[in-house]
Nanobody, 122 residues
Framework: QVQLVESGGGLEQAGGSLRLSCAAS????????MGWFRQAPGTEREFVAA????????FYADSVKGRFTISRDNAKNTVYLQMNSLKPEDTAVYYC???????????????WGQGTQVTVSS
């Protein structure tokens, strides 16, 4: 089992920045890929970004490319999501995810965090 705990959400104005963190614990070696999903009110959860343990493979959703950056600190078992140039449409609950590979967690994450709210005002 892997436990994921997100932090760093909040309220920000359009054009601003926020940084999300996700600390993983438990049997993390079995789930080397980590990433983020989000869910806006009335919509389905959607993939945002994923990163391999080595950092050599990274995926982004088209909607966040060039504005969001995913990174990780393996010594701390923590993944980050730096969100710049925020837009009101980025408003959502952001979930940290983990799984066996980046291509897997893009569609079928094995583990989910509890989520953290991000609200972007116009």
């Amino acid at each position: 089992q892997v436990q994921l705990v997100e932090s760093g959400g909040g309220l920000e104005q359009a054009g601003g920045s926020l940084r999300l963190s996700c600390a993983a614990s438990g049997h993390t070696i079995s789930s080397p890929a980590m990433g983020w999903f989000r869910q806006a009110p009335g919509t389905e959860r959607e993939f945002v970004a994923a990163i391999r343990r080595s950092g050599a493979t990274i995926f982004y959703a088209d909607s966040v490319k060039g504005r969001f950056t995913i990174s990780r600190d393996n010594a701390k078992n923590t993944v980050y999501l730096q969100m710049n140039s925020l837009k009101p449409e980025d408003t959502a609950v952001y979930y940290c995810v983990a799984g066996s590979a980046t291509v897997v967690i893009k569609t079928r994450p094995e583990y989910w965090g509890q989520g953290t709210q991000v609200t972007v005002s116009s």
